[in-house]
């Protein structure tokens, strides 16, 4: 079993950032991806980046790219989603996960974090 807490998110005007951190504990050996998910108010979840965990490699949402930055602290067991130029669009509620060895989907979940992002 794997554990997952999001903090960092908030209010923010638009254009401005905000810095997500996910911190995993449990069977973090079982590793292999993490992610960023989405969802808005009478929207379905959606992807918004992940990372390979231990090849450092990363993927992104075209709503996002250029404008998000995952990364990931392998010694705190950490994932980071760095938002930028944020838009009204963005406001929703975000969860990390996690994508286990020998896994077909992403099994693991945290709470979520509300990002709201006022025009």
């Known amino acids: 079993q794997v554990q997952l807490v999001e903090s960092g998110g908030g209010l923010v005007q638009a254009g401005g950032s905000l810095r997500l951190s996910c911190a995993a504990s449990?069977?973090?050996?079982?590793?292999?991806?993490m992610g960023w998910f989405r969802q808005a108010p009478g929207k379905e979840r959606e992807y918004v980046a992940s990372v390979s965990w231990n090849l450092g490699s990363t993927r992104y949402a075209d709503s996002v790219k250029g404008r998000f930055t995952i990364s990931r602290d392998k010694a705190k067991n950490t994932v980071y989603l760095q938002m930028n130029s944020l838009k009204p669009e963005d406001t929703a509620i975000y969860y990390c996960?996690?994508?286990?060895?020998?896994?077909?989907?992403?099994?693991?979940w945290g709470p979520g974090t509300q990002v709201t992002v006022s025009s």
């Open positions: 996960a996690i994508r286990s060895r020998g896994g077909l989907d992403y099994d693991y």
């Open positions: 449990g069977r973090t050996e079982s590793i292999y991806f």
